[in-house]
């Protein structure tokens, strides 16, 4: 079985993959993260039969936009799969779009998960791997992938903290040894900073807005805290009028921005300061030397670095490619598996 495995190992590029709520990113062994596309899957039912239509991109594209006959849906919800067949789907054709020789090799793939998934979701996300081609399928936790993706010295016997803030969650870590001395994971990430948004504008201007509309408004001037104006920059956006249900345009502030995402911000600073507390004394000195490190799409929000300064008065720094960490990261263990190979769980 062993020789089997090394013979199929030889034809096919092993690969790490990032399974995110919002964006799946794949890496290959040796070339580095070759693949980042929304996980998206848009399909239509017909005969009680789901067909796909578009994966990715494409299929971005259809959400809020799509005809009753068709169904753009995220399979990931919160870290974790919420549509089995789906994700199975979205899974095969990424390894397929990667995978461009034979169909006779199979990778090994490593994918991370979220520290507070349940055993049940965890073999949910092994099982779809497994179905979408791998020989082998292995999990690391979400933490322990991103401080490796940010550089950060895990292996050494002193304190990292890491913050990873997600589509669905934002994972708090603890980390030493190689290990994670204390996770916390809060179901707070980019989809929450976006519903805050369409919320405060139904509230506040009786206008409705769609999910793109909300994550445009977040990328170009979303910010953790109030700009010192007391304004900011502003930007015209457009969506229906709920009192008399016609298409307007109208315009919204930095500061307005600010107030609607200020509680899922405040709900990402409790998360660390209960971290904090939670840490063994020794460890929090490390952390007091080193600060805190975010990755994730969500560090790149606006002065969310100095929200959280301000918070814990600890020095707090964004991750090169925060995007890209988890992958990476996950990418760095298939690389270096006999180092990490305590990380990596291969059999739950």
Do not use: W
């Not at 034979?102 to 994918?111: A, L, M, N, Y």
């Not at 345009?249 to 409790?270: D, G, H, K, M, N």
């Amino acid at each position: 079985m062993f020789g089997l495995d090394r013979f199929l190992g030889a034809f096919s590029a092993d690969m790490a993959i990032d399974l995110g709520t919002a964006n799946t990113l794949v890496y290959v062994k040796g070339r580095g993260v070759i693949l980042s596309e929304p996980s998206v899957v848009a399909y239509h039912v017909k005969d009680g039969q789901k067909k796909v239509l578009a994966v990715g991109e494409d299929a971005k594209l259809m959400l809020g936009r799509t005809p009753g006959s068709i169904e753009a849906i995220r399979p990931m919800r919160e870290g974790v799969i919420a549509d089995f067949d789906v994700a199975e789907e979205m899974i095969k054709h990424f390894i397929r779009k990667v995978h461009k020789r034979s169909t006779f090799s199979k990778p090994k793939i490593i994918v991370c998960v979220p520290h507070g998934a349940t055993p049940v979701e965890k073999r949910a996300i092994r099982q779809s791997v497994l179905s979408a081609g791998a020989r082998k399928a292995g999990l690391i936790a979400e933490p322990i992938a991103a401080a490796i993706g940010a550089g950060m010295p895990i292996t050494d016997p002193t304190g990292s903290m890491v913050v990873d803030i997600g589509g669905g969650t934002t994972e708090v870590a603890v980390l030493s040894l190689g290990d994670i001395v204390y996770a916390r994971s809060v179901r707070v990430g980019g989809d929450r900073m976006d519903e805050a948004i369409i919320n405060y504008l139904r509230r506040q201007q009786n206008l409705l807005i769609g999910e793109s509309t909300a994550e445009r408004i977040k990328t170009s001037i979303g910010t953790a805290r109030m700009p010192d104006d007391g304004r900011g920059s502003s930007m015209q956006i457009r969506g229906r009028d709920l009192l008399n249900g016609v298409p307007k345009e109208t315009e919204i502030s930095q500061a307005q921005v600010a107030e609607a995402l200020a509680e899922p911000v405040q709900t990402i600073c409790e998360a660390v300061m209960t971290a904090l507390e939670a840490t063994p004394p020794d460890l929090a000195a490390d952390i007091v030397d080193r600060g805190v490190m975010l990755t994730g799409g969500g560090a790149l929000l606006g002065d969310l670095d100095l929200a959280l300064r301000e918070q814990t008065g600890l020095a707090v720094s964004i991750a090169d490619e925060s995007l890209n960490c988890v992958a990476l990261g996950t990418g760095k263990a298939l690389e270096y598996e006999k180092q990490l190979r305590h990380a990596i769980d291969y059999d739950s």
